[in-house]
Structure formats: structure tokens, C-alpha cells
């Protein structure tokens, strides 16, 4: 049974930083993505970046400059650097892990609350 567990959600000031951390476990797949979305009450979860197995990040257009995600292939484990934090970023961040058989994981989510 794979199981993604996240770590580093917290609150935090506008404007800091935060590092978002996933380790999967479990018997997983080729992978063909690892990364980060969010979600917030009413809105449908967002992907925020991901990280191709070719190396490659692809970041919503609302995260570039502020994030960037890496992955440690050895140890099936994905991060997010979150830097110049806005309000707007409160979401739970939710880890993914979508194989190129087209299996997807998910983790539970780490809340990430952005506030004076």
C-alpha cells in the first residue's frame, strides 16, 4: 500500500517562507510526476507545481518566482520551498504522485495558513 506523508505546513507572516516536505512509501510505479497542489474551502483543488521524471518543473503561473519544488529520487520524497508568502497561498497543500501506468496517489495535506 503506498502512503504519501507531508510535513512542514504551519502559519506563517506574510512575505516568509516555508518548506514543504513529502516522503511516499509503499510499492509505487514508474513515476511520471511528482507534485504539490492546494486547496482551499469552496474552490477545486489547484495544482500549484509539479516536478516531470525527466527533471523538468512545470509552476502555476501564481507560485513562479516564489516556489520552486525538487524531488530526491532515492528517497521518493518531493518539496516545496515557499518563499514571499501572500494570504492568498492559505490552502492545505496536498502531494501527488501520478505513475505512468496512470495510478495517482495522494497524500492527507499539511494546512498552510499565511496571516498577520
Known amino acids: 500500500q503506498v502512503q504519501l506523508v507531508e510535513s512542514g505546513g504551519a502559519l506563517v507572516q506574510p512575505g516568509g517562507s516555508l518548506r514543504l516536505s513529502c516522503v511516499a512509501s509503499?510499492?509505487?510505479?514508474?513515476?511520471?510526476?511528482m507534485g504539490w497542489f492546494r486547496q482551499t474551502p469552496g474552490k477545486q483543488r489547484e495544482l500549484a507545481a509539479e516536478?516531470?521524471?525527466?527533471?523538468?518543473?512545470n509552476y502555476a503561473d501564481f507560485v513562479k518566482g516564489r516556489f520552486t519544488i525538487s524531488t530526491d529520487n532515492a528517497k521518493n520524497a518531493v518539496y516545496l520551498q515557499m518563499n514571499n508568502l501572500k494570504p492568498e497561498d492559505t490552502a492545505v497543500y496536498y502531494c501527488?504522485?501520478?505513475?505512468?501506468?496512470?495510478?495517482?496517489?495522494w497524500g492527507k495535506g499539511t494546512l498552510v495558513t499565511v496571516s498577520s
Open positions: 501527488n504522485i501520478y505513475e505512468r501506468s496512470g495510478q495517482e496517489y
Open positions: 509503499g510499492s509505487i510505479g514508474s513515476i511520471f510526476t
Open positions: 516536478m516531470f521524471s525527466t527533471g523538468s518543473p
